[in-house]
């Protein structure tokens, strides 16, 4: 386990507080927050095999479900 791995949660805890106390830098940063956002879903993405394709066809109806329950109401 990388350095990285083994206390990422206590670099996000350090953050988060550091974020609260100070956010003027934080707010400095908001244009780059979609680019951010949009490289953790692709990089999260990537990772993804296709067997975990083949769970979610077979899982379908959660997943029908959890859409109806997020956006159908």
């Known amino acids: 386990m990388s350095l990285?791995?083994?206390y990422f949660p206590v670099i996000a805890?350090?953050?988060s507080v550091?974020?609260?106390?100070?956010p003027s830098w934080l707010a400095a940063q908001k244009?780059?927050?979609?680019y951010l956002?949009?490289?953790?879903?692709?990089?999260?993405?990537?990772?993804?095999k296709v067997n975990d394709?083949?769970?979610?066809?077979?899982?379908?109806p959660?997943?029908?479900?959890?859409l109806v329950l997020q956006f159908g109401f």
């Not at 394709?53 to 379908?60: D, H």
């Open 31 to 34: 244009p780059w927050i979609v």
């Open 37 to 48: 956002l949009g490289a953790v879903m692709f990089f999260m993405g990537a990772t993804l």
């Open 53 to 60: 394709f083949k769970l979610a066809l077979i899982r379908y």
């Open 4 to 6: 990285l791995q083994r």
């Open 62 to 66: 959660l997943i029908v479900l959890a």
């Open 18 to 22: 550091y974020a609260y106390y100070w």
């Open 13 to 15: 805890i350090a953050a």
